[in-house]
């Protein structure tokens, strides 16, 4: 299976990039900075240099993908995520690629309810509201897409190994909720759903 990773080289998709190349797939990775992977020496990664916001590069690097990885980020500044997926689906589209695995972020929708004050009003309502912003906007694209979309809303990113210990699939009433989880078990549960259908079409959170 070959994977397409669009934010390969931040700090989540750096972890997405080195789990699927230990599973063996094979990984197009897309970057704008093609120099920060030239430590990883694998067979199976191909890297591409391009510009998620240049839909004919988006286009060109779907040849022979089997699934999508949307990792996007842009700090708190929120002008990358909602575009940058808007040309990705545009791209899978005319390619003829059906499966998007995609991170947002716990808050959106129905799991506001999971988040406390300090996320709410402080991070969500202040500090980062255009990246949320734009996060809400990258969700109604892939909602709208008729893809076959997981979207995985994970809590802050924290340091740390794959755990395999977060809570996964909670409604918007549970509460006993850490609102983190790190990079590595992120990528671990996006990774996972290539081999399961149960999410396929399915908004997904999961944190400690």
Same mark, same amino acid.
């Given at each position: ?10 700090s ?6 080195? &789990? ?28 591409? &240099?391009?510009?998620? $916001? $240049?839909?004919?590069?988006?286009? $060109?690097?779907m ?29 899978m ?22 988040? $406390? ?7 969500f309502?202040?500090?980062l509201?255009?990246a949320?912003?734009?996060? &809400? ?28 210990s977060?809570?996964?699939?909670f ?8 609102l ?19 999410f ?9």
């Amino acid at each position: 299976m070959q994977i397409l990773i669009f934010g390969a080289t931040g700090s989540l998709g750096s972890h997405i990039v080195e &789990q699927a190349l230990e599973k063996d797939y094979s990984v197009k990775a897309f970057t704008r900075n093609p120099e920060k992977l030239r430590g990883l020496n694998n067979s199976h990664l191909t890297t591409i &240099q391009g510009d998620v $916001n $240049n839909l004919s590069e988006v286009e $060109n690097a779907m040849k022979d993908v089997d699934a999508v990885f949307c990792a996007l980020g842009d700090g708190a500044k929120g002008k990358v995520r909602a575009a940058g997926t808007r040309n990705i689906i545009k791209a899978m589209k005319k390619s003829g690629v059906k499966r998007l695995i995609c991170q947002t972020t716990l808050g959106l929708g129905d799991s506001w309810n999971n988040l $406390n004050f300090f996320w709410k009003y402080i991070m969500f309502g202040f500090l980062l509201k255009k990246a949320f912003q734009d996060h &809400q906007l990258q969700e109604k694209y892939i909602l709208e897409s008729g893809l076959n979309y997981t979207i995985v809303r994970p809590g802050a990113f924290t340091n740390g190994e794959v755990t395999q210990s977060f809570q996964i699939d909670f409604d918007a009433h549970a509460k006993n909720l850490a609102l983190k989880i790190s990079r590595a078990d992120i990528a671990f549960f996006m990774l996972e759903q290539l081999a399961s259908e149960k999410f396929v079409g399915r908004v997904v959170s999961i944190s400690n």
